[in-house]
């Protein structure tokens, strides 16, 4: 019985936690790099080697000022 205890205690403490910590790392870097893009596609800068272009439509160009 203390072996299978001593063998799941190695297995959590070598493979379950630190993949959860690593996991968790790439979770918060991905946020991190969402949260980046989204403030640079919606701030009115155009990136064009980070960020695609907006489709710039008529009703677009309305709605933002540049009818002329």
Do not use: C
Request: glycine content about 10%; overall charge positive; charged content about 15%.
């Amino acid at each position: 019985m203390e072996n299978i205890l001593n063998a799941f205690v190695l297995l959590a403490n070598f493979v379950i936690i630190p993949g959860a910590a690593y996991g968790s790392q790439l979770a918060l870097g991905a946020l991190g790099v969402t949260l980046i893009y989204a403030i640079l596609r919606f701030s009115g800068k155009r990136i064009k080697w980070l960020i695609l272009p907006l489709h710039e439509s008529e009703t677009d160009r309305h709605l933002i000022g540049l009818s002329g």
